[in-house]
């Protein structure tokens, strides 16, 4: 067990970078030939690319593709007029940088005080969230098509759709996205006209659509908009409330081939009503194979998330929490734990 956190939101951000960047170096050191040396070697000099989102709403950060957790895994926030300090802890390890969000999320001065610190920054976005998402999804779909060698407007497998009004959905759907599959946001009865355009592009008759989340966050209208832009095939992974949709995100990654081969995989534990702490996650998601758990209120985990963990105990060999005790309390870390060890005879470390 792990709590990864800090005072404020942005000392949370750095931490969960620090995890990040350890776990990528355990990994990469297992491979002599990777040019980040020796795990203490990359620890001390690895380049990482920084992502930069406003810090007081969850909108733009929720659109940074989280397939970059290899070379731009953590996610930085920050006051829309200043650099915070505590990204000062990481920056020898900063080479340049992705901005999401418009001039008025994230200020230009700070795009200015970024590129003369940390290298070139690009901006990836629109006039509100779903057109930053839209373009952040073209952004991921523009470096697939690089990566893989295609030519031209090559189409995506799979779309992932989420309500853009809130975050639970969102951060738990970052899970089940990769390289070339894009999460985009809707709203409840409407699919925003930059979102149907990217769709019309990247989109095709055997794209699948994933709307994560139930009707009460998508519902039936935004379906038949799918259709009518002649999408393939549309399923939901949805329960019947954020804390089921969250466990549902979960039973689709684990239950996906790891594309590494670690074969290990864990849980990470957030607040269930701030997105403060919580919305650094992605990078640990992927980094530890870890999809999120939503606690039933923020003193109680909740019996059906209990349940959860009981059936799944045999596969998961980490509990990473975001944020401190004031965040997420021992209590809700301690029935996690205990479910998983009553059923594998185990103890926290």
């Known amino acids: 067990m792990e709590r990864v956190g800090g005072p404020t939101r942005y000392a949370t951000a750095v931490a969960v970078a620090e995890a990040w960047l350890r776990d990528i170096c355990a990994y990469e050191a297992t491979f002599p030939t990777q040019p980040s040396g020796t795990e203490e070697e990359c620890l001390e000099n690895r380049p990482v690319g920084l992502n930069l989102s406003r810090a007081d709403t969850f909108a733009d950060a929720l659109a940074i593709p989280t397939y970059f957790y290899t070379d731009h895994g953590p996610t930085f926030l920050t006051p829309p007029d200043r650099l915070p300090s505590e990204i000062d802890r990481l920056s020898p390890h900063f080479d340049g940088g992705v901005i999401f969000g418009s001039a008025t999320a994230v200020g230009d001065d700070v795009a200015d005080e970024v590129e003369r610190r940390f290298g070139v920054v690009n901006r990836v976005a629109g006039p509100d969230r779903y057109a930053t998402s839209a373009a952040a999804a073209r952004f991921n779909a523009e470096i697939y098509v690089d990566v893989y060698g295609h030519e031209g407007n090559e189409f995506v497998d799979t779309m992932i759709l989420v309500n853009g009004e809130d975050w639970p959905d969102a951060l738990a759907a970052s899970a089940i996205t990769r390289l070339g599959v894009p999460i985009v946001a809707v709203r409840r009865d409407e699919i925003p006209e930059p979102v149907a355009e990217l769709i019309r592009q990247y989109g095709s008759s055997g794209t699948e659509f994933a709307l994560v989340g139930g009707e009460s ?70 980094s530890r194979r870890a999809p999120i758990i939503i606690p039933a209120t923020t003193t109680d985990l909740g019996e059906a998330n209990i ?34 060890c009553a059923a594998r005879d185990c103890k926290a470390q």
Not at 228 to 234: E, H, K, P
Not at 308 to 325: K, M, P, S
């Open 217 to 286: 966050a998508i519902s039936q209208a935004v379906v038949d908009q799918l259709r009518d832009l002649g999408g393939g095939s549309i399923y939901r992974v949805a329960g019947s409330d954020r804390t089921a949709t969250a466990r549902a995100v979960a039973d689709a990654y684990l239950a996906a081939p790891d594309p590494d081969e670690r074969n290990t995989n864990g849980i990470i534990i957030v607040r269930p009503d701030s997105f403060a702490d919580a919305i650094a996650a992605p990078a640990l998601i992927h």
């Open 307 to 340: 349940e959860w963990l009981t059936e799944n105990a045999a596969r998961l060999d980490t509990v990473t929490v975001l944020g401190e005790t004031d965040v997420v309390p021992d209590a809700i870390v301690a029935q996690a734990v205990d479910a998983i």
